[in-house]
């Protein structure tokens, strides 16, 4: 580490030797250079280091700021960027950590920036936090990935105390109690933790406590354990209530900790925090509420604001109704106002001090959680940081733009600015000329400052409010040039270094500027933008600046650098060109002479740009690929390699080169150590090689001999390494920044040798006395220029003509009273570059060289167009054949041609676009009709009714795919196994006698006829009706493990399909009945139309038709009724269509031309004879004579009308007979249609009804299935929860082994240390007792006297180092620094006991010497006694805390224990506790109440049982029923007679049924066939033949199948061998468990678990022996009860003989 100090004080010179004295041996190279001071500002730590002294880290720096002198010194971080930072304001000591692999970190005091010790951890990239004890040698600290380690050091005694690791966790601040050095607050983005440091004597425990905070709205009832949610909560009907990491299915860790996404709210994100006097921790978050945490029980409460006075309530609520109108009058919601963020806190005794982005300084006084609020001061920036000094009088308020100020809470004044740096990163700086007072740097923002040399003080800053890209400063004057993003060049006068100001301005181009180059001399300056655009402008202020024109070149651009050759008055500038062709750079040299300004027109064309003849430019093709490249005057060219770390050196050639540039091969190649791309840089007098790369490490070579000369580590590859290197002229200093780590550093040489000194200060001189006129000159006419004022005009560059009027045109800028610009951005984007005026003057002068050519060209086209529009006009008169075209009159063809091209072009883009809609189109439809269409068995469809509104679907089936059928086969065929074994094992044999026999089948008989009723309920549906198959389904009381419920689904969903495809058949009758119906009511309609055309009405035919929802595969297809828009043909579908219409054409004409068809239709109507449909149409033609008067006709004609008459009435009666005859068929056929569509209605409805009570069944059916489902979701949950449990017991139990561990182990250190303490007593008495033994000699009188001052003790009470031993547990604990601090503070109150004046009189000064050692020995027993009962207690203490945790921890596993033996209770009544559906008819089941009734203590009985016992009861009764009949014989012939009668009227009523079935016989097809077929027996025989033969196909397909059985078994045997085999390697992994399970018991027992699981066990033991009491209770009961229904039955006998 190195220091540096901007002034080294008398009394400490050797500052930074003594830094350097803590750091490594640096090579010659390393010591050439010295940092002669630093300046930067980084806002991200910053701290007091004493009352006076305030520091942070800035790049490779740590810098120090001493508040009332404004002095700085740096401390040097070797090994890179600083990372972490922290301060100790009590001790006067800093840490900090490098970035390094493996970082490390280091401890240094101050002022003297010595190294005390270097702390060395496990952590493999960074730290990110430091924190600083205020109570002891103690330091937190906290690492990034991938470790997130936070570890506890003894810095004094470079000892790791303890840490602790939190996988993922990202802090933002850490922070010690400043009372109790045993706490420690941790705060992330959303949490906080109160980390509590427990020692146990030399141990140290890191002890995590969260702290649960309110959530987004405050509120602190959002904390839940969905872990443990319940305690044995359970539904009655769905069961046990398991919690959500148990429905997630979640096992391990995260089942702790998983949150339902409904149920998570965010928690408030801290922000800031500090501690506070009483303990606690005040945090302020980003919803704009502050917390009080109380440490102790770690529970967050929102401070909120007092109540207001009624009157400043009023004020307050008006202030809110105006705040609300405004928002209203301005257009947008009334916003609720809104809370202040606090982003950083301070605590002092008065209050607390917070601040946020609104850059206002508040003070909030706190008292029970409501404070009072003031406003101190505003900033109007955002505040990052407050910080107070050690003694509380200073609050230091820093910002995010890098401003700093102090606040007095004491004088409650205005916050005065005690720094102002940089707002942004330092971007650019250089040495003002003449290069050995001043240097200029520029910010990213805009913002100029001026330093001085010497010690790095800035003396002004001008903020120019625009992104800056670059800066230079002129060596012919006092300017300075800056290059903006917008692609401005604004030059600054610095004559006054208190009072920069902007004097001119140029806007160049649209192309941002990249960088800046002066030559030596001052004459030009070289600009390089984008696009390769290279500027050259004079760089005198004189010449106002002027622009002399630029270059393009053909690449991009790498770097430029400039080269004085003063003995030819000539510059050379050499710039680096990337090849996009090949993996090279080509170097480009042209020169720049003094006659370019001189004869600026001779030199440039009209549009600025350089003629070649003037820059005799040459082209050099290099070897390897090269990122920078500078050239000394020999021809030598130095480039700094991108593909490998070394530098290449080339001598070019003297020749020019244009054409077909050779490749240069590097004449040298000098390795180099580093990283990353880089640049190198020359110095003034090019006898320096600066290299400089993204590593950070500066290297300056000697470019005769390219020996290193001297290299510093002065930035970091973290901080992005070096972004510009810049010698001065007299190569006394070098200036070096950063890219990303805001500091500038100011090297300068501390060891060179004497040549190189003078030759450096030899050209300095040299060149000031070529520059010193130039210098004058220039910077009078800089004092002389008004500062930058924007004006109207286009640009800032004048032409020539108005250069003349205006030679020093003034400029224009705001400067306030201290030298600061405030701003000089334009918002006129009209504003015209210096290009874009260059181009619009070519223009301009183009147009006003061709005016009159212009001019003739447009009267020309003028007339042309007038003749043209007269021929159109023509054109339109004649007629059209004559006409012409159009585009005939277009003159332009080409551009017909090319209007035409991009109209085809317009519609071939818009076609392609729209066949890709449509591709994409087509490709969404063939999904969906995959998806929904083709992969359907059977289609969705409906039937309609014809005259009711009703309408049936059928159920669309999707085909099955293999899997599932091999699943429902498998299952099948398991539930074959599963009734074969039963019916095996249920087979009892037994001998009985044949009427037993008969009478068992008899009541078997009678129990399947009541079967057959009862089994559609026991089943719980009503599939079995419907053509499904229930006998294979598992019976509801038997589904009791999971493989039994799944196969029960599989079951019931192929149930359902079948039902559904019972269904669609008889769907598909229908259908295809009413496609039918629809046929024969068509060819009905074509006779009605007929008929209504031949009666001439004009009725509408109803005409049936299927719809879509009948017929779906009609919506798949579109027809071109459909289709509005006009269809596109191609110009073959075009010929096609059109040869077609004619041909068309062609016959239709041809058949007009028929002559036979002519005649037919003129002779005779176009028939051969009259049919009898055309009665109607017959009209007899009147007699000509009828036109004359009646009285005119003779007796001929009247006989022809008589015969006309006749005809005509005649005529009038057939087709009166033939219209009746028309309409009653008309009828027919219409009754005929009505009754057939109502009769398809009713089959229609038919199968609607069936539809519904088969949906009711598919209902029932799928209701098992949603039953089944949910028991099996439910055993997951179980199963989940259960090992979830188990997972969490294990690691509680590993806990509970991890304690009990460490109580063997505190308890065996604490007998141990009682020993010694023991000891010390006893040494201490011994003391005591020998203190007469060794002054025996002394006399008797100065023996007493001696003896009390031996038990006098010094004045200090050692209370307060010293706590009581029993308030030990509620203090924090004392420390061996403590000890020590204590110990030598006793010690220097003995020397004051010890002095000789206190000698008694008359004794022997040796024997006082003695008396003093005795007593000095006495007081350190008594001071170590009293600090070993101090460990004792708090080693007794530290044992308590982990037996109470012992405690914790057994309470925590018994209930777990507790909750897994519920959780198998529940298991097991959940596998015997079945869900039963069963069906019940209308009625069958009445209730008196309105109230269910509870049957928790109903149970089910199997009805067998019920019948059994009913058998018995009528057996019985039988009995009883037979002994009356006995006893009462005289009765039995009524009897008799009575049952004869009846029987002879039911035999009667027999044979009426039967005779009436004779009548009614059916008469089937066999009967049939025996009465009509002759030789019947023929026809039987044959049947019996056909039926052989079907019987041999049958028993070759019956051997077949055995031979596959055959293979299946011989599969099986296979595959049963093989699971032998797996069974004996499941024995051996068995025996190893065993072996395992023994080792687990013996931990358990170990471990102190087994009382709780023999209180586990002892449970459903005592439970087991509770029901088998029971039982045989029970069953004394049965037996008793038995006896005593006997005794009341020979009772009942003996009374009532007679029954």
Same mark, same amino acid.
Not at 783 to 797: G, I, K, L, V
Not at 1011 to 1033: E, F, H, M, R, W
């Given at each position: 580490?190195?220091?540096?100090?901007?002034?080294?004080?008398p009394?400490?010179?050797?500052?930074?030797a003594?830094?350097?004295?803590?750091?490594?041996?640096?090579?010659p190279?390393?010591?050439?250079?010295?940092?002669?001071?630093?300046?930067?500002?980084s806002?991200?730590?910053?701290g007091f280091?004493?009352?006076?002294?305030?520091?942070?880290?800035?790049g490779?720096y740590i810098?120090?700021?001493?508040?009332?002198?404004?002095?700085?010194?740096a401390l040097?971080?070797?090994? !890179?960027?600083?990372?972490?930072?922290?301060?100790n304001?009590?001790?006067?000591?800093?840490?900090?950590?490098?970035?390094?692999?493996?970082?490390?970190?280091?401890?240094?005091n101050?002022?003297?920036?010595?190294?005390?010790?270097?702390?060395?951890?496990?952590?493999q990239?960074?730290?990110?936090?430091?924190?600083?004890?205020?109570?002891?040698?103690y330091?937190?600290?906290?690492?990034?990935?991938?470790?997130f380690?936070?570890?506890?050091?003894?810095w004094?005694?470079?000892?790791?105390?303890?840490?602790?690791?939190?996988?993922?966790?990202?802090?933002t601040s850490?922070?010690?109690?400043p009372?109790?050095?045993?706490?420690?607050? @941790?705060?992330?983005e959303?949490?906080?933790?109160?980390?509590?440091?427990?020692?146990?004597?030399?141990?140290?425990?890191?002890?995590?406590?969260p702290?649960?905070?309110?959530?987004?709205?405050?509120?602190?009832?959002?904390h839940?354990?969905?872990?443990?949610p319940?305690?044995?909560?359970?539904d009655?009907?769905?069961?046990?209530?398991?919690?959500?990491?148990?429905?997630a299915g979640l096992v391990?860790?995260?089942?702790?900790?998983?949150?339902p996404?409904?149920?998570?709210?965010?928690?408030?994100?801290?922000?800031?925090h500090c501690?506070?006097a =009483?303990?606690?921790?005040?945090?302020?978050?980003?919803?704009?509420y502050?917390?009080?945490?109380d440490?102790k029980?770690?529970?967050?409460?929102i401070?909120q604001?007092?109540?207001?006075?009624?009157?400043?309530?009023?004020v307050?609520?008006m202030?809110?109704?105006?705040?609300?109108?405004?928002?209203?009058?301005?257009?947008?919601?009334?916003?609720a106002?809104?809370?202040?963020?606090?982003?950083t806190?301070?605590?002092?005794?008065? !209050?607390l001090?917070t601040?946020?982005?609104?850059?206002?300084?508040?003070f909030?006084?706190?008292r029970?959680?409501?404070?009072e609020?003031?406003?101190c001061?505003d900033?109007?920036?955002p505040?990052?940081?407050?910080i107070?000094?050690?003694?509380?009088?200073?609050?230091?308020?820093?910002?995010?733009?890098?401003?700093?100020?102090?606040y007095?809470?004491?004088?409650?004044?205005?916050?005065?600015k005690l720094?102002?740096v940089?707002?942004?990163?330092?971007?650019?700086? *250089?040495?003002? =000329?003449?290069?050995?007072k001043?240097?200029?740097?520029v910010t990213?923002?805009?913002?100029?400052?001026?330093?001085?040399?010497?010690?790095?003080?800035?003396?002004?800053?001008?903020?120019?409010d625009?992104?800056?890209?670059?800066m230079a400063?002129?060596?012919?004057?006092?300017?300075?040039?800056v290059?903006?993003k917008?692609g401005q060049i604004?030059?600054?006068?610095?004559?006054?270094?208190?009072?920069?100001?902007?004097?001119?301005?140029?806007?160049?181009?649209k192309f941002?500027?990249?960088?800046l180059?002066?030559?030596?001399s001052?004459?030009f300056?070289?600009?390089r933008?984008m696009?390769?655009?290279?500027?050259?402008?004079?760089?005198r202020?004189?010449?106002?600046?002027?622009v002399?024109?630029?270059v393009v070149?053909?690449?991009?651009?790498?770097?430029?650098?400039?080269?004085?050759d003063?003995?030819?008055?000539?510059?050379?500038?050499?710039?680096?060109?990337?090849?996009?062709?090949?993996q090279?750079?080509r170097?480009?040299? @042209?020169?720049?002479?003094?006659a370019l300004?001189?004869?600026?027109d001779?030199?440039v064309?009209?549009?600025?740009i350089?003629?070649?003849?003037?820059?005799?430019?040459?082209?050099?093709?290099?070897?390897?690929?090269?990122?920078?490249?500078?050239?000394?005057?020999?021809n030598?060219?130095?480039?700094?390699c991108?593909?490998?770390p070394?530098?290449?050196?080339y001598?070019l050639?003297e020749q020019?080169i244009?054409?077909?540039?050779?490749?240069?091969?590097?004449?040298?190649?000098?390795p180099?150590?580093?990283?990353?791309?880089?640049?190198?840089c020359?110095?003034?007098?090019?006898?320096?090689?600066?290299?400089?790369?993204?590593?950070?490490?500066?290297?300056?070579?000697d470019?005769?001999?390219?020996?290193i000369?001297a290299?510093?580590?002065?930035?970091?590859?973290?901080?992005?390494?070096?972004?510009?290197?810049?010698?001065?002229?007299?190569g006394? @200093?070098?200036?070096?920044n950063?890219?990303?780590?805001?500091?500038?550093?100011?090297?300068?040489?501390?060891?060179?040798?004497?040549?190189?000194?003078?030759?450096?200060?030899?050209?300095?001189?040299?060149?000031?006395?070529?520059l010193?006129?130039?210098?004058?000159?220039?910077n009078a006419?800089l004092?002389?220029?008004?500062?930058?004022?924007?004006?109207?005009?286009s640009?800032?560059?004048?032409?020539?003509e108005?250069k003349?009027?205006s030679?020093l045109?003034?400029?224009?800028?705001?400067?306030?009273?201290?030298g600061?610009?405030?701003?000089?951005?334009?918002?006129?984007?009209?504003?015209?570059?210096?290009?874009?005026?260059?181009?619009?003057?070519?223009?301009?002068?183009?147009?006003?060289?061709?005016?009159?050519?212009?001019?003739e060209?447009?009267?020309?086209?003028?007339?042309?167009?007038?003749t043209?529009?007269?021929?159109?006009?023509?054109?339109?008169?004649?007629?059209?054949i004559?006409?012409?075209?159009q585009?005939?009159?277009?003159?332009?063809?080409?551009e017909?041609?090319?209007?035409?091209?991009?109209?085809e072009q317009?519609?071939? &883009?818009?076609?392609?676009?729209?066949?890709?809609e449509?591709l994409a189109?087509?490709?969404?439809?063939?999904?969906?009709?995959?998806?929904?269409w083709?992969?359907?068995?059977v289609?969705?469809?409906?039937?309609?009714?014809?005259?009711?509104a009703?309408?049936?679907?059928n159920?669309?089936l999707?085909?099955?795919?293999?899997?599932e059928? &091999?699943?429902?086969?498998k299952?099948?065929?398991l &539930?074959?196994i599963e009734?074969?074994?039963?019916?095996?094992?249920?087979k009892?044999?037994e001998?009985?006698?044949?009427?037993?026999?008969?009478?068992e089948?008899e009541?078997?008989m009678?129990e399947?006829?009541?079967?057959?009723?009862?089994?559609?309920?026991?089943?719980?549906?009503?599939?079995?009706?419907?053509?499904?198959?229930t006998?294979?389904?598992?019976? +509801?009381?038997d589904?009791?493990?999971?493989?039994?419920k799944?196969?029960?689904?599989?079951?019931l969903k192929?149930?359902?399909?079948?039902?559904?495809?019972?269904?669609?058949k008889?769907?598909?009758?229908?259908?295809?009945q009413?496609?039918?119906e629809?046929?024969?009511?068509?060819e009905?309609?074509?006779?009605?139309?007929?008929?209504?055309?031949?009666?001439?009405l004009?009725?509408?035919?109803?005409?049936?038709?299927?719809t879509?929802?009948?017929?779906?595969?009609?919506?798949?297809?579109?027809?071109?009724?459909?289709?509005?828009?006009?269809?596109?043909?191609?110009?073959?579908?075009?010929?096609?269509?059109?040869?077609?219409?004619r041909?068309e054409?062609e016959?239709?004409?041809?058949?007009q031309?028929n002559? &036979?068809?002519?005649?037919?239709?003129?002779?005779?109507?176009?028939?051969?004879?009259?049919?009898?449909?055309?009665?109607?149409?017959?009209?007899?033609?009147?007699?000509?004579?009828?036109?004359?008067?009646?009285?005119?006709?003779?007796?001929?004609?009247?006989?022809?009308?008589?015969?006309?008459?006749?005809k005509?009435?005649?005529?009038n009666?057939?087709?009166?007979?033939?219209?009746?005859?028309?309409?009653?068929?008309?009828?027919?056929l219409?009754?005929?249609?009505q009754?057939?569509?109502q009769?398809f209605?009713?089959?229609?409805?038919?199968?609607?009804?069936?539809?519904?009570?088969?949906?009711?069944?598919?209902?029932?059916?799928?209701?098992?299935?949603?039953?089944?489902?949910y028991?099996l979701?439910l055993?997951?949950?179980?199963?989940?929860r259960?090992?979830?449990?188990?997972?969490?017991?294990?690691?509680?139990q590993?806990?509970?082994?991890k304690?009990?561990?460490?109580?063997?182990?505190?308890?065996?250190?604490?007998?141990?240390? =009682?020993?010694?303490?023991?000891?010390?007593?006893?040494?201490?008495?011994?003391?005591?007792?020998?203190f007469?033994?060794?002054?025996?000699d002394?006399?008797?009188n100065?023996?007493?006297?001696?003896?009390?001052?031996?038990k006098?003790?010094?004045?200090?009470?050692?209370?307060?180092?010293?706590?009581?031993?029993?308030?030990?547990?509620k203090?924090?604990?004392?420390s061996?620094?403590?000890?020590r601090?204590?110990?030598?503070?006793?010690?220097?109150?003995?020397?004051?006991l010890?002095?000789?004046?206190h000698?008694?009189?008359g004794?022997?000064?040796?024997?006082?010497?003695r008396f003093c050692?005795a007593?000095?020995?006495?007081?350190?027993?008594?001071?170590l006694?009293?600090?070993?009962?101090?460990?004792l207690?708090?080693?007794?203490?530290?044992l308590?805390?982990?037996?109470?945790?012992?405690?914790?921890m057994?309470?925590?596993?018994?209930?777990?224990?507790?909750?897994?033996?519920?959780?198998?209770?529940?298991?097991?009544?959940?596998?015997s506790?079945?869900?039963?559906?069963?069906?019940?008819?209308?009625?069958?089941?009445?209730m008196?109440?309105?109230?269910?009734?509870?049957?928790?203590?109903?149970?089910?009985?199997?009805?067998?049982?019920?019948?059994?016992?009913?058998?018995?009861i009528k057996?019985?009764?039988?009995?009883k029923?037979?002994?009356?009949?006995?006893?009462?014989?005289?009765?039995k012939?009524?009897?008799?007679l009575?049952?004869?009668?009846k029987?002879m009227?039911?035999?009667?009523? *027999?044979?009426?049924?039967k005779?009436q079935?004779?009548?009614?016989?059916?008469?089937?097809?066999?009967?049939?066939?025996?009465?009509?077929?002759?030789?019947?027996?023929?026809?039987?025989?044959?049947?019996?033949?056909?039926?052989?033969?079907?019987?041999?196909?049958?028993?070759?397909?019956?051997?077949?199948?055995?031979?596959?059985?055959q293979?299946?078994?011989?599969e099986?045997?296979?595959?049963?061998?093989?699971?032998? +085999?797996?069974?004996y390697?499941?024995?051996?992994?068995?025996?190893e468990?065993?072996?395992?399970?023994s080792?687990?018991?013996h931990?358990?027992?170990?471990?102190?678990?087994?009382?709780?699981?023999?209180?586990?066990?002892k449970?459903?033991y005592?439970?087991?022996?509770?029901?088998?009491r029971?039982r045989?209770f029970?069953?004394?009961?049965?037996?008793?009860?038995?006896i005593?229904?006997?005794e009341?039955?020979?009772?009942?006998?003996?009374t009532?003989?007679?029954?």
């Amino acid at each position: 580490m190195v220091a540096v100090g901007e002034e080294r004080e008398p009394g400490s010179p050797q500052l930074g030797a003594r830094a350097l004295a803590g750091r490594r041996c640096s090579s010659p190279e390393e010591s050439a250079l010295e940092v002669s001071w630093v300046q930067g500002f980084s806002n991200k730590n910053f701290g007091f280091i004493n009352n006076q002294t305030v520091c942070y880290p800035c790049g490779n720096y740590i810098l120090f700021l001493d508040i009332k002198t404004k002095k700085r010194t740096a401390l040097q971080c070797q090994t !890179g960027q600083v990372g972490a930072f922290a301060v100790n304001m009590n001790s006067g000591v800093l840490a900090f950590s490098d970035r390094k692999l493996n970082p490390v970190i280091y401890i240094y005091n101050f002022p003297e920036l010595n190294k005390l010790t270097e702390l060395k951890g496990h952590v493999q990239l960074d730290y990110t936090l430091l924190a600083f004890s205020l109570l002891g040698p103690y330091l937190a600290s906290y690492s990034s990935l991938p470790d997130f380690v936070l570890s506890v050091w003894n810095w004094e005694e470079n000892i790791l105390l303890c840490s602790e690791s939190q996988p993922g966790v990202a802090a933002t601040s850490i922070s010690f109690n400043p009372t109790n050095w045993q706490q420690l607050c @941790f705060v992330t983005e959303s949490s906080v933790t109160i980390w509590c440091i427990e020692r146990n004597h030399d141990e140290h425990y890191l002890i995590q406590n969260p702290v649960k905070l309110p959530d987004g709205q405050g509120s602190l009832n959002h904390h839940k354990d969905l872990f443990f949610p319940y305690s044995c909560d359970e539904d009655r009907y769905h069961g046990p209530i398991m919690p959500v990491s148990a429905i997630a299915g979640l096992v391990g860790d995260e089942a702790e900790t998983f949150v339902p996404k409904d149920d998570s709210k965010p928690s408030l994100h801290p922000t800031a925090h500090c501690w506070t006097a =009483t303990s606690d921790i005040y945090l302020g978050c980003e919803e704009g509420y502050i917390l009080a945490i109380d440490t102790k029980k770690c529970s967050a409460s929102i401070i909120q604001q007092e109540a207001l006075p009624e009157h400043m309530r009023k004020v307050s609520d008006m202030l809110d109704y105006v705040h609300r109108e405004v928002q209203k009058k301005k257009g947008g919601k009334p916003k609720a106002v809104q809370r202040t963020v606090v982003f950083t806190m301070a605590f002092c005794n008065e !209050g607390l001090y917070t601040a946020g982005i609104e850059g206002i300084l508040y003070f909030y006084h706190i008292r029970d959680l409501q404070y009072e609020m003031k406003i101190c001061t505003d900033i109007s920036e955002p505040i990052s940081t407050l910080i107070f000094s050690p003694d509380y009088t200073i609050l230091l308020i820093v910002t995010d733009q890098g401003t700093i100020y102090t606040y007095e809470p004491a004088h409650s004044g205005e916050a005065v600015k005690l720094l102002d740096v940089f707002s942004s990163y330092l971007l650019a700086a *250089d040495f003002l =000329t003449p290069g050995d007072k001043y240097c200029v740097s520029v910010t990213i923002s805009g913002e100029v400052c001026v330093w001085l040399l010497e010690n790095g003080t800035c003396l002004s800053t001008l903020n120019l409010d625009t992104e800056a890209t670059d800066m230079a400063c002129c060596p012919s004057s006092n300017s300075v040039a800056v290059g903006t993003k917008e692609g401005q060049i604004c030059f600054i006068d610095i004559t006054r270094v208190e009072a920069p100001r902007v004097v001119h301005r140029i806007f160049l181009s649209k192309f941002p500027v990249l960088s800046l180059h002066y030559d030596q001399s001052g004459q030009f300056l070289i600009i390089r933008a984008m696009e390769g655009y290279i500027f050259i402008l004079d760089a005198r202020p004189s010449k106002l600046f002027q622009v002399l024109g630029y270059v393009v070149l053909a690449g991009e651009v790498l770097s430029l650098s400039v080269v004085s050759d003063f003995e030819n008055n000539l510059v050379e500038v050499v710039v680096l060109l990337s090849v996009a062709d090949i993996q090279q750079t080509r170097l480009e040299i @042209f020169c720049l002479s003094p006659a370019l300004v001189k004869g600026i027109d001779k030199y440039v064309n009209g549009q600025g740009i350089l003629n070649a003849s003037a820059i005799k430019k040459e082209q050099y093709n290099l070897e390897y690929p090269l990122s920078s490249a500078v050239r000394l005057k020999d021809n030598v060219v130095y480039g700094y390699c991108t593909c490998a770390p070394f530098i290449c050196k080339y001598h070019l050639s003297e020749q020019s080169i244009l054409e077909d540039p050779p490749v240069f091969l590097s004449e040298k190649k000098i390795p180099s150590n580093q990283f990353g791309s880089g640049f190198v840089c020359l110095s003034p007098n090019s006898r320096w090689l600066a290299s400089a790369a993204k590593d950070g490490v500066l290297i300056i070579y000697d470019t005769s001999t390219m020996e290193i000369l001297a290299q510093n580590h002065c930035h970091s590859y973290e901080g992005g390494g070096i972004r510009s290197v810049v010698f001065s002229l007299d190569g006394k @200093f070098i200036l070096v920044n950063g890219e990303n780590d805001g500091a500038l550093v100011c090297l300068k040489w501390k060891k060179m040798k004497k040549i190189e000194v003078e030759e450096a200060a030899f050209h300095w001189q040299s060149l000031l006395t070529i520059l010193n006129k130039s210098i004058a000159d220039e910077n009078a006419v800089l004092r002389c220029m008004a500062e930058w004022q924007f004006m109207s005009e286009s640009t800032s560059e004048s032409l020539p003509e108005e250069k003349a009027k205006s030679p020093l045109e003034p400029s224009s800028a705001a400067v306030t009273e201290d030298g600061n610009f405030t701003s000089m951005h334009s918002d006129n984007t009209t504003e015209m570059t210096w290009l874009g005026q260059k181009t619009e003057k070519v223009i301009r002068e183009e147009t006003e060289r061709f005016i009159n050519q212009k001019k003739e060209l447009q009267m020309g086209i003028k007339k042309l167009h007038e003749t043209v529009q007269k021929m159109m006009h023509e054109n339109e008169q004649l007629p059209d054949i004559e006409k012409l075209g159009q585009q005939e009159f277009n003159l332009d063809i080409e551009e017909q041609e090319r209007a035409q091209a991009e109209a085809e072009q317009e519609v071939a &883009r818009t076609r392609e676009k729209i066949e890709m809609e449509i591709l994409a189109n087509c490709y969404l439809q063939d999904v969906i009709k995959h998806e929904c269409w083709d992969s359907m068995s059977v289609k969705g469809r409906a039937v309609k009714c014809f005259h009711i509104a009703c309408e049936v679907k059928n159920y669309p089936l999707k085909k099955r795919d293999e899997e599932e059928l &091999r699943t429902l086969e498998k299952v099948l065929h398991l &539930r074959k196994i599963e009734a074969a074994n039963l019916k095996v094992q249920s087979k009892v044999v037994e001998t009985k006698t044949e009427t037993v026999l008969f009478k068992e089948e008899e009541e078997k008989m009678e129990e399947v006829m009541a079967d057959d009723n009862a089994s559609c309920c026991l089943v719980g549906s009503l599939s079995s009706q419907y053509g499904a198959d229930t006998s294979i389904l598992y019976n +509801q009381l038997d589904l009791h493990s999971r493989e039994q419920k799944v196969n029960q689904i599989v079951l019931l969903k192929d149930i359902i399909y079948k039902v559904k495809t019972v269904f669609n058949k008889e769907f598909d009758i229908v259908a295809q009945q009413k496609e039918q119906e629809i046929a024969q009511v068509k060819e009905r309609n074509l006779r009605i139309q007929e008929i209504l055309a031949q009666l001439d009405l004009q009725v509408e035919v109803w005409e049936p038709s299927l719809t879509v929802d009948e017929n779906p595969e009609q919506v798949l297809t579109v027809q071109d009724s459909e289709i509005k828009a006009e269809k596109y043909l191609t110009p073959q579908e075009r010929e096609k269509a059109e040869m077609l219409i004619r041909l068309e054409m062609e016959r239709h004409l041809a058949a007009q031309d028929n002559e &036979r068809l002519r005649a037919l239709n003129d002779m005779m109507g176009g028939v051969l004879e009259v049919k009898k449909e055309d009665v109607l149409k017959i009209d007899i033609p009147p007699p000509s004579f009828m036109s004359k008067p009646e009285d005119e006709w003779n007796f001929q004609e009247k006989k022809i009308f008589r015969e006309y008459e006749e005809k005509v009435k005649e005529l009038n009666e057939e087709k009166e007979k033939y219209k009746r005859a028309l309409e009653n068929e008309l009828k027919e056929l219409e009754a005929s249609i009505q009754e057939r569509t109502q009769n398809f209605d009713k089959i229609v409805c038919k199968l609607f009804e069936k539809k519904v009570n088969l949906e009711k069944v598919v209902y029932q059916e799928e209701l098992k299935i949603v039953n089944l489902i949910y028991s099996l979701l439910l055993d997951e949950e179980l199963d989940s929860r259960e090992a979830g449990l188990h997972h969490f017991l294990v690691k509680k139990q590993k806990e509970e082994v991890k304690i009990a561990r460490r109580v063997e182990t505190t308890k065996r250190k604490i007998e141990s240390y =009682t020993e010694r303490y023991d000891n010390a007593i006893a040494q201490d008495k011994n003391l005591e007792s020998h203190f007469r033994k060794e002054f025996a000699d002394v006399p008797a009188n100065f023996l007493d006297e001696l003896l009390k001052l031996y038990k006098c003790r010094p004045r200090t009470v050692m209370t307060e180092i010293y706590p009581d031993t029993a308030n030990c547990a509620k203090s924090c604990s004392v420390s061996a620094e403590d000890y020590r601090d204590a110990f030598t503070h006793v010690m220097k109150a003995m020397d004051e006991l010890d002095n000789p004046e206190h000698t008694p009189n008359g004794l022997d000064p040796s024997i006082w010497k003695r008396f003093c050692l005795a007593r000095r020995n006495k007081m350190e027993s008594e001071q170590l006694v009293k600090w070993m009962a101090l460990i004792l207690a708090e080693m007794e203490v530290f044992l308590q805390r982990r037996l109470d945790d012992t405690e914790k921890m057994s309470s925590k596993i018994e209930k777990i224990f507790q909750e897994l033996t519920w959780l198998q209770e529940e298991k097991i009544k959940h596998q015997s506790n079945l869900i039963f559906q069963f069906l019940l008819k209308q009625g069958q089941v009445e209730m008196g109440c309105t109230e269910i009734p509870d049957y928790a203590d109903a149970i089910f009985i199997k009805k067998s049982v019920i019948e059994e016992l009913n058998c018995n009861i009528k057996d019985q009764q039988g009995k009883k029923i037979a002994s009356m009949v006995e006893r009462k014989e005289f009765s039995k012939g009524i009897f008799q007679l009575e049952w004869e009668h009846k029987k002879m009227k039911m035999q009667i009523e *027999d044979l009426k049924q039967k005779a009436q079935d004779i009548v009614t016989l059916p008469i089937t097809k066999d009967r049939q066939l025996f009465l009509t077929m002759l030789n019947y027996d023929s026809h039987v025989a044959h049947r019996i033949a056909v039926m052989e033969q079907t019987l041999g196909v049958m028993d070759k397909l019956h051997k077949k199948n055995m031979k596959k059985q055959q293979r299946r078994i011989k599969e099986l045997e296979k595959c049963i061998s093989l699971k032998e +085999q797996a069974n004996y390697e499941l024995s051996l992994e068995l025996k190893e468990m065993l072996v395992s399970v023994s080792e687990r018991r013996h931990i358990a027992q170990a471990a102190d678990t087994q009382n709780v699981s023999e209180r586990t066990a002892k449970r459903p033991y005592q439970e087991i022996v509770k029901q088998k009491r029971l039982r045989s209770f029970i069953e004394e009961q049965e037996k008793h009860l038995e006896i005593l229904q006997a005794e009341a039955e020979r009772l009942r006998s003996k009374t009532f003989p007679t029954l």
